[in-house]
């Protein structure tokens, strides 16, 4: 039986941004990005057109919370 999402997939029923698990990040991390793209709206390729900045926004606020935990260690 395939998992819920292959079958969603198949029916063509987009339900957020794209698996962000090829990039390699931490899943912590990785699922902080894939929130963030979804909280702006960036499901498809049509909706990050001209709006990088927008996609690098979701980069940074997806590590702003590392960057917390590395300024709190100097307290």
Not at 29 to 52: C, M, P, Q, Y
Request: net charge negative; glycine share 6%.
């Amino acid at each position: 039986m395939l998992p819920p999402y292959e079958t969603d997939v198949s029916l063509g029923i987009i339900l957020g941004p794209p698996d962000v698990c090829a990039l390699g990040l931490p899943d912590e991390v990785a699922v902080r990005l894939h929130n963030e793209l979804f909280n702006r709206g960036l499901i498809t390729s049509k909706d990050i057109k001209g709006r990088a900045q927008e996609v690098f926004a979701a980069i940074q606020a997806a590590y702003r919370v590392d960057t917390a935990a590395v300024l709190s260690l100097y307290e």
